[in-house]
Nanobody, 120 residues
Framework: QVHLVESGGGLVQAGGSLRLSCVAS????????MGWYRQAPGKQREKVAT???????YYVDTVKGRATIARDDAKNAIYFELSELKAEDTAVYYC??????????????WGQGTQVTVSS
């Protein structure tokens, strides 16, 4: 089974920045899609930033210009940096990977979630 371990969450001030890390238990080459989602209280979980195995990148409109997603294949790690933090960025952030399993189809694995709280 694939395991994802997240780190980097915490309390940050508005206007500051954060860097989240997600370390996978196996090579990132096994994954078709990987990235970050977030869920604020009372809100639906939304896709924030993803990168595919062929380096196609997606950012949700609310973080464009402030966010960077990167993959480090040597460390089996996915990173997410977000600057110019706003109160609206407060949420639990989840790392996720999507991959194909023979005879089983697409599977999505989620990290444990890390709380990011932006104080204003």
């Amino acid at each position: 089974q694939v395991h994802l371990v997240e780190s980097g969450g915490g309390l940050v001030q508005a206007g500051g920045s954060l860097r989240l890390s997600c370390v996978a238990s196996e090579s990132l080459g096994d994954f078709y899609d990987m990235g970050w989602y977030r869920q604020a209280p009372g809100k639906q979980r939304e896709k924030v930033a993803t990168v595919t195995d062929d380096d196609k990148i997606y950012y949700v409109d609310t973080v464009k210009g402030r966010a960077t997603i990167a993959r480090d294949d040597a460390k089996n790690a996915i990173y997410f940096e977000l600057s110019e933090l706003k109160a609206e960025d407060t949420a639990v952030y989840y790392c996720a990977v999507k991959y194909w399993r023979h005879l089983r189809g697409w599977t999505t694995i989620w990290g444990q979630g890390t709380q990011v709280t932006v104080s204003s």
